[in-house]
């Protein structure tokens, strides 16, 4: 079973910077894509980024320029740097993965490991 823990959540002014981690119990992450996904109070969980197995990355339109995804399959680890955040970035973030060994990664809910969340708040 595949267990994943988020990280590096907190509250940050508009236009500052966080690093989410995610990292999993499993042997190895080689084979899985890994997605970010967040939810805002009242709203629908929606995906912001996810990465392949071979490491392309795929950004929501709302995030691009801004959010970079990128995986350590090392230390089973994916990142997701958030730069120039505004205070519509506030929202639990979730990480995910699914066993896909080729092809992209999509942004959808066809993720079956999730991690518990971390919030994230974008506040003056």
């Known amino acids: 079973q595949l267990q994943l823990v988020e990280s590096g959540g907190g509250l940050v002014q508009p236009g500052g910077s966080l690093r989410l981690s995610c990292k999993a119990s499993?042997?190895?992450?080689?084979?899985?894509?890994i997605g970010w996904f967040r939810q805002a109070p009242g709203k629908e969980r929606e995906g912001v980024s996810c990465?392949?197995?071979?490491?392309?990355?795929n950004y929501t339109d709302s995030v691009k320029g801004r959010f970079t995804i990128s995986r350590d399959n090392a230390k089973r680890a994916v990142y997701l740097q958030m730069n120039s955040l505004k205070p519509e970035d506030t929202a639990v973030y979730y990480c995910?993965?699914?066993?896909?060994?080729?092809?992209?990664?999509?942004?959808?809910?066809?993720?079956?490991?999730w991690g518990q969340g971390t919030q994230v708040t974008v506040s003056s």
């Open positions: 995910a993965a699914v066993h896909r060994p080729f092809g992209l990664c999509v942004l959808s809910s066809s993720y079956n490991y």
């Open positions: 990465i392949s197995s071979s490491g392309r990355p």
């Open positions: 499993a042997s190895t992450l080689d084979d899985h894509a």
